[in-house]
């Protein structure tokens, strides 16, 4: 078992622009969560995805959007990046229980 | 590896001592604590975790300690171990409402000086 994978590893992207970042949860896993850590902070709750829905938001503006797919895969989409924008995105997943994370994708916004 | 948290407090302790890692949080509806260990360069790994029913549970060289009276969670690792070493975070959740969305502390760097 692979565990959570994400992808990429590394992104740098400019102001202004669009990024997709992907993650594939654990076997069995249905249920995403991605989560937002800026440097030197613990992870903040963006939004849930559930039988290809979002479940739940954190305090999040509307510029960051997700999807799921019928395999339970997931993307997280950002538009209009700011330099505060700039973390690192954790996917987690879960299926009833504990909530496993991935290593996370490294986005520098210049 | 990136380092994860460059100004957190730090706690320092010798190899083979005892370590105890202490988190406050803020929601009285929390029923639900988890203790995550994030290396450099990782995403964080549950370490354990308690519901509000408890005050204790104990793991494998770990043990949480829950004070719901003045919302305080513990995580104590025996015979720490260079290996120990990382950032620490405390998460909570509302189990009971469905919410699922956990809510992190600002986490513990532990070094283990061998």
């Known amino acids: 078992d692979a565990g959570v994978t994400q992808s990429p590893t590394h992104l740098i992207k400019t102001r202004g622009q669009q990024v997709t970042l992907r993650c594939s949860p654990k076997s069995g896993h249905d249920t995403v969560s991605w989560y937002q850590q800026a440097l030197g902070q613990g992870p903040q709750f963006i939004f849930q995805?559930?039988?290809?829905?979002?479940?739940q938001r954190g305090n999040f503006p509307d510029r960051f959007s997700g999807h799921q797919f019928p395999n339970y895969s997931s993307e997280l989409n950002v538009n209009a990046l700011l330099l505060g924008d700039s973390a690192l995105y954790l996917c987690?997943?879960?299926?009833?229980?504990?909530?496993?994370f991935g290593p996370g994708t490294r986005l520098t916004v210049t | 590896g990136e380092s994860v948290g460059l100004h957190l407090p730090t706690l320092s302790v010798q190899e083979g001592d005892n370590s105890i890692i202490n988190c406050a949080y803020s929601n009285s509806a929390s029923d639900y604590f988890i203790w995550y260990k994030q290396e450099s360069g990782k995403g964080p790994q549950f370490i354990i975790d308690i519901r509000s029913n408890m005050d204790k549970r104990q793991g494998q060289r770990v043990t949480v300690l829950l004070n719901k009276t003045v919302k305080h969670l513990s995580l104590q690792i025996a015979a720490t171990q260079p290996g120990d070493s990382a950032v620490y975070f405390c998460?909570?959740?509302?189990?009971?409402?469905?919410?699922?969305?956990?809510?992190f502390g600002s986490g513990t760097r532990l070094q283990v000086q061998p």
């Open positions: 987690a997943s879960s299926f009833i229980g504990e909530q496993y």
């Open positions: 998460a909570e959740d509302e189990m009971d409402t469905g919410r699922r969305a956990l809510t």
């Open positions: 995805y559930y039988e290809e829905e979002e479940r």
